[in-house]
């Protein structure tokens, strides 16, 4: 599976930040939400962690909020990492790019924020666990965490109602090709968000909230108690 995720977005890396926001709606809006529930100074020297960071929209966004952060960016892909190293020019210079597999990936530790965008839905529920375990494990005390990403809904029903209206929403973007919604209905893996916020709850996180969902997308964390 991890094998067909790299070639997925392999291939897309050029065209990814023109394509993701017509098929994720509120994307960039979401994105400013993360950096704004960051509670840090704009000037604490943070280290912090992207998993699955893509092209770097988000290690962008932090770096330049956070000018005397340092940033690791983990990714599957190596195609989307080179996308990510060109977006971050000069900032590159504070951030380490590493591709491999979360959750089996050294992701080091002492993270005061992590944040992960769209990318813990392609694995399975055991693996999203163990991730956020891994993830606990590598912040600092009083680290955060958020997560965005794609979510299932509390009854089956109620999934169709929501992919039904992601649709049109997608499609009211212009966005008409939808065998890339079939290909993410057949191989992708959400899980609830209530689920999901009470694994991180038994984990240890404390502060664990949902802070925003648009139908089958949501954005949740919390904090490593310190
Ligand atoms: C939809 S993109 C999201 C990119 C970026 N976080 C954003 O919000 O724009 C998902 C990214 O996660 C990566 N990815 C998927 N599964 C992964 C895994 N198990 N470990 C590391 N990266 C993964 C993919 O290669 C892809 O670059």
């Given at each position: 599976m991890s094998e067909q995720v790299a070639e997925f977005f392999g291939e897309r890396a050029e065209s990814y930040e023109d394509f993701i926001p017509r098929v994720v709606p509120y994307y960039h809006e979401c994105n400013t939400l993360m950096l704004d529930l960051i509670p840090h100074a704009a000037d604490a020297p943070l280290r912090l962690l992207d998993v699955g960071a893509?092209?770097?929209?988000?290690?962008?966004?932090?770096?330049?909020?956070?000018?005397?952060?340092?940033?690791m960016a983990i990714d599957l892909s190596e195609a989307m990492?080179?996308?990510?190293?060109?977006?971050?020019?000069s900032m590159a210079s504070r951030a380490e790019l590493k591709q491999g597999e979360f959750p089996s990936v050294d992701i080091g530790t002492g993270y005061d924020?992590?944040?992960?965008?769209?990318?813990?839905h392609h694995l399975s529920h055991a693996d999203k666990r163990a991730g956020y375990e891994k993830l606990h494990a590598a912040l600092a005390p009083g680290g955060v965490m958020l997560i965005r990403d794609v979510v299932s809904?509390?009854?089956?029903?109620?999934?169709?109602?929501?992919?039904?209206?992601?649709?049109?929403?997608?499609?009211?973007y212009g966005y008409d090709d939808m065998s890339w919604f079939d290909d993410h209905l057949a191989s992708d893996n959400p899980a609830r968000v209530e689920d999901q916020t009470a694994w991180l709850r038994d984990i240890g996180f404390a502060e664990v909230a949902c802070h925003w969902r648009h139908l089958?997308?949501?954005l949740f964390g919390g904090v490593k108690p310190a």
């Open positions: 893509g092209t770097g929209v988000l290690s962008e966004l932090l770096l330049t909020r956070f000018p005397n952060a340092t940033l990492l080179a996308s990510c190293a060109a977006k971050l020019g924020v992590i944040v992960s965008s769209l990318t813990l809904a509390s009854s089956p029903s109620l999934d169709q109602r929501y992919a039904s209206l992601w649709r049109d929403k997608v499609q009211s089958n997308c949501a």
